[in-house]
Structure formats: C-alpha cells, structure tokens
C-alpha cells in the first residue's frame, strides 16, 4: 500500500513563501514521477509542476518561476517551495505519484496516489 502524507500550508501574507512536503511510503519507487497539484475553492483540480526521475521538472505557466519543486530521493520525499505568493495561490495543494512512471505530464489521470492535501491561503 502506497501513502502520501503531506505537511507544510497554512494562511500567509502576500509576498510570503511556504514550502510543502510529500513523503512517500510503501511499494513505490523512488525514482518514479511525482507531481504537486492545486484545487481552487469552487474549481478544478489543476496542474502546478512536477519531476520526472530523471530530475527534469516541469511547470504550470502561472508558476511564473515563484514555484520550485525538489526530490529528495533518500527520504522518498518530494518538495514544492513556493515564493512570493499572491492571493490567486489561494488552493488546497495535493501532491500525487505514479505508480509504475519516471516520465510525468500535467494530467491527473497520470498520477496513481494522492496526498490527503493541504490548506494554503494567502491573505492580507
């Protein structure tokens, strides 16, 4: 059984930065694609980022180069920093796995586990 437990969110200002955590546990491995997602209140789940085993990271246009997400392979543990957030940041965040793929897209539909999610809000 494969579990992601992420940590991290909160409620900061604009400007701030917040950094999640995904770590993985179980029959996964740990080189396989891993992805952040984010769901608006009343929206889509939609696409933040991810990395490929290869390390190759990839990002939704809105990131805007404020989002970097790493991998620390050793603890199976995925991370998204997020800088100079904005209000439009304002999402529960999931983090997701695929469960037999180094290669990782922007589909959902690619990604075999999710995290619980986590609350973050950004307001003044």
């Known amino acids: 059984q494969v579990q992601l437990v992420q940590s991290g969110g909160g409620l900061v200002q604009p400007g701030d930065s917040l950094r999640l955590s995904c770590a993985a546990s179980?029959?996964?491995?740990?080189?396989?694609?891993m992805g952040w997602f984010r769901q608006p209140p009343g929206k889509e789940r939609t696409f933040v980022g991810a990395?490929?085993?290869?390390?190759?990271?990839d990002y939704a246009d809105f990131v805007k180069g404020r989002f970097t997400i790493d991998r620390d392979n050793a603890k199976n543990t995925v991370y998204l920093q997020m800088n100079n957030l904005e209000p439009g940041d304002t999402a529960v965040y999931y983090c997701?796995?695929?469960?037999?793929?180094?290669?990782?897209?922007?589909?959902?539909?690619?990604?075999?586990?999710w995290g619980q999610g986590t609350q973050v809000t950004v307001s003044s």
């Open positions: 997701a796995a695929s469960g037999g793929s180094f290669s990782a897209t922007s589909e959902i539909s690619d990604y075999d586990y």
């Open positions: 179980g029959d996964i491995h740990r080189g396989y694609a």
């Open positions: 990395i490929r085993g290869s390390g190759r990271r």
